[in-house]
Each structure stands twice: as structure tokens, then as C-alpha cells.
């Protein structure tokens, strides 16, 4: 069995139903369930012996504690995290709560953990940080692609407390020899993502036929990883992964955000056509957000080079796949689009 935090989440829950999918290995999925957590993802393993859900905090060591000694995992694979940057703009102090407090309350019961395992049980002991490529701070247009060695220079609430997490995980092997890897992950896209996120948004909001918000110019440039091939590459650092190592993970996929919601107008226009025209006649330009980055771009050299891991999609298949899931489950996305939510994006995307 596995330990995953944050497997209700966009990214966690894709892994989870990937993991069961591909090892056949049971999963002790543990998630907090804030607003982007849904139990409806995962919804195909219910009654499956090999998924079992608890509902916590990773901030509560003791909960965290006894899950471990109970269910003793031989790995945990860490997504838990608050990770929408226009919120930790707007309220930091939940980030720094989750990202850094509950990351270290994490290492702290894994540690305990491990160090009363024995003989192989231990030395196969993993802990698996999942973090992001915004912990490295922006480029410049001709500047190189981020390797692991790349200094950090977080910009936002949100990636200065990855950024610390990730520090915490390093010296928690540097110091007490815990078995940990770290990867840091490009944007993520794929079916099953909370619709405040550049994609899943810019879908759900031309279907209802509402503006399409673009932040300034939407010339700020990211690297884009579809989701499943984000889960193959952590199954295969969680695998192979050397100890202490980080390992960035990238769709080799650069692209202005106004060309991403172009894409999805034309893909849009073929699949679902409009009788109100082409979906570009929604595109809204509205005020930049505070400290926008302007580029990131990730060099997913090593991964291959040491574990054979490339994205197995094109941005292309990527997105066809995903605005084709998106049409074809209309329910999830009603179910999570509460008033809440709605309020949500009417006060952070205005013109």
C-alpha cells in the first residue's frame, strides 16, 4: 500500500485512479476536501478494496500517525497543497498553513515512521514530494528552460510556500537521512480540473457563453503537461528516482496563454459549434493579476536521461482529449461549479 495526500485534488485524484489502473497496488488516499477536493472523481472506485479514503488534514500529526501505523505504507506521495496563485494572492495565511506547516507536520510523522521499520521494509521506504516549477521564478524570452539546478526565486504566496516545503523536504534527508525525491511539475491539464484554472475555465465559460478572461496581454508563457503523463512520470521516479534527487517534469510544450485559449476556441468551433458565432468573440481582456510571471519553460532532460520518462501526448491529443472529456461529463462540472465558486470568479476576473 501508498500513502497519498491531496488524492481528491485535480492532480492526486488522476493519480490515484492511474496507480490503482496501472499496479494494481491499494491506496490510502487522504484529503482534507476543500473546494477543489471531490470524492466524485474518484467515484469508480467505490467499493474497491484497493482505495480507501479518510478525510484530514496533514496538519494533524496525530491523525497522520495513526494512519501509519495502521495501514503501514511503503511510500507516501505527497500532493496535499493549496495551489491556485490568484488565492494565495488574496488570502497567503491558508497557503503558508497547508504548503509549509502540513508539509512539515508530514515529514516529521513519515520520519517517525521510518525509523521504526526494519531491514527491507525501511531501506524501500520512499517519500515522494510533488512540487511545481514556479518555485524557480520567471524567465526572460531567450533565457534557458529551468533545470533542478536553477535558483529559486518564488514571486507569488503560493510558490514562496512550495518553494519552502521543498527546502524542508531536502534538509529532512540532508539531516536525518529520510529517503525522499522532489518533482517539480509544469502546468497540469486533463479532465477532472477545478474550473479556475486556465483551461477547464476557458471551456466551461465558452459552453455557457461567457466572456473568456485573459490576464493583461496573455503573452506570459507556460510549459503544459497533460495530466496522465504528470502520474507515469512520478510512478517512475517513485520507482527509480535517486534518493535526495529532483527531478523536473515538463510536456516540452511552450505556449502563450492567448494561444491556448485560441486552441480551445477552434477545437470548440469543430466539436460544439455555437450558433452565436465563433467562440473567439468572447475573448475578454481583463487588469493582470499582481507579480504575473512571465515565462516558465521546463528542461525535462534529466528524467529521461535517467529514468526514460517523456510525455507521451502532444498539446495537440492533450487538449483534444481533455475539451472531449469536459463535453462529455457536463454533470461534474455542475456539481462543482457552486455559488461559491461562481462568486469566486465574478470578484478575481473582472475587466
Not at 185 to 202: T, V
Request: charged share 20%; glycine share 10%.
Amino acid at each position: 500500500m501508498i500513502l497519498v495526500t491531496g488524492g481528491a485534488g485535480f492532480i492526486g485524484s488522476n493519480f490515484v485512479l492511474d496507480w490503482v489502473a496501472s499496479t494494481g497496488e491499494a491506496v490510502l488516499n487522504l484529503d482534507k476536501l476543500t473546494y477543489a477536493g471531490n470524492l466524485e472523481t474518484l467515484e469508480s472506485l467505490a467499493g474497491d478494496a484497493r482505495h480507501t479514503f479518510v478525510q484530514g488534514d496533514i496538519v494533524d500529526r496525530a491523525l497522520l500517525d495513526g494512519l501509519l501505523a495502521a495501514h503501514r505504507p511503503r511510500a507516501i506521495v505527497h500532493f496535499a497543497a493549496e495551489s491556485h496563485v490568484d488565492r494565495s494572492i488574496h488570502g497567503p495565511g491558508e497557503f503558508v498553513r497547508t504548503n509549509i506547516e502540513g508539509t512539515f507536520t508530514l515529514l516529521e510523522a513519515a520520519r517517525g515512521y521510518w525509523s521504526g521499520l526494519d531491514g527491507a521494509a525501511r531501506d524501500g521506504f520512499r517519500f515522494l514530494h510533488v512540487s511545481t516549477d514556479e518555485v524557480y521564478g520567471t524567465l526572460g524570452a531567450k533565457d534557458a528552460a529551468f533545470t533542478e539546478d536553477h535558483p529559486y526565486a518564488p514571486n507569488s504566496p503560493y510558490s514562496a510556500s512550495k518553494a519552502a516545503s521543498d527546502h524542508l523536504v531536502r534538509a529532512w534527508h540532508h539531516t536525518y537521512g529520510l529517503p525522499v525525491v522532489t518533482t517539480n511539475c509544469s502546468n497540469n491539464y486533463g479532465p477532472y480540473q477545478f474550473p479556475e484554472k486556465l483551461i477547464p475555465l476557458m471551456i466551461v465559460n465558452a459552453l455557457a457563453g461567457k466572456g473568456l478572461p485573459v490576464y493583461g496581454d496573455g503573452m506570459q508563457v507556460r510549459d503544459w503537461l497533460y495530466v496522465t503523463d504528470h502520474c507515469a512520470a512520478i510512478r517512475a521516479v517513485l520507482e527509480g528516482g535517486r534518493l535526495g534527487e529532483t527531478y523536473n517534469i515538463g510536456g516540452w510544450n511552450e505556449m502563450p496563454n492567448i494561444n491556448i485559449v485560441h486552441a480551445i476556441c477552434r477545437a470548440l468551433n469543430d466539436l460544439r459549434p455555437d450558433a452565436a458565432g465563433d467562440y473567439e468573440r468572447l475573448v475578454t481582456y481583463v487588469t493582470d493579476r499582481p507579480g504575473h510571471d512571465r515565462r516558465y519553460a521546463i528542461d525535462a532532460s534529466k528524467i529521461e536521461r535517467e529514468l526514460g520518462w517523456r510525455p507521451s501526448e502532444t498539446f495537440e491529443t492533450g487538449l483534444r482529449k481533455t475539451i472531449e472529456w469536459y463535453l462529455s461529463n457536463p454533470q461534474w462540472v455542475g456539481n462543482v461549479q457552486s455559488g461559491a465558486y461562481r462568486e469566486w470568479v465574478a470578484k478575481h476576473y473582472t475587466s
